[in-house]
């Protein structure tokens, strides 16, 4: 490693910036393939995000679904102690002494009497809920359903780009590998930030019309005399990209 940089810092600064408008644009050709692909891998992780959802979501609705069967099992259990009760005291009616007791077991026949029908009225609306989350279900997996057969398309098509377009850019990348030691460590550092905040991914660009190729800001002709020397590295004062003169890029006028 101490070898390569001691490499690049022997190289002219011409060289170096030949380097570096070499990597860009082979970097941007590699930008350019994730181009192609498009927002397809955007699209694959919200669909697969989407369908985790809709699988929670009908999880959700099934323990909801449970707990009222449950509920309704326990109301159940009520209803068959009522009438059990029921049963016992109208039994118990044959064998009374007196007015008050038969007050007292008319009573709890009444009152279990509506207890059974209060557990009723509870399984009738828990039977209502279940219907409704079965629907929920039901239109759930529809949905759920077809975000999967999206996914599986989309999947399909992002494998084929995929596959036509890797080994061109493992190419690519290996060639930008091999660039950068031609370049000093500080340079590149640079290159990278500039290039990671530029919307259009370049870091280095050529004076096009006598202005900066990235932003497009016109060049006063004493800073473009400094460039066609490449003495140093010169930056665009308006966006910070490093600049270079056509030649030096291979364009000729």
Known sequence: MATDKSKSETLSVEQRLKSLYQ?????SEIDRI?????????EVKDLEDGIEGLNTRISNYQKEIDELRHKSNVEREKINESLAKIERYKEQLNDIKNSKEFSVLSKEIEFQSLEIQLCEKHLNEFARIIDNKSNDIAYTQEILVDKQH????KKVELDEIVSETRQEEEVLREKAK?????????TLTAFKR?????????GVV?????ACGGCFNRIP???QMEIKLH????VCEYCGRIMIDPELAGIKD
């Open 23 to 27: 990597l860009q644009t082979l970097l």
């Open 34 to 42: 994730k181009t192609i692909r498009g927002e397809l891998p955007l």
């Open 150 to 153: 999206i996914l599986d398309e």
């Open 178 to 186: 091999a660039l950068e030691p031609k370049i000093d460590a500080r």
């Open 194 to 202: 500039i290039r990671k905040n530029a919307r259009n991914g370049l």
């Open 206 to 210: 050529y004076i096009q019309r006598n």
């Open 221 to 223: 002709p004493q800073k």
């Open 231 to 234: 003495k140093k590295i010169i």
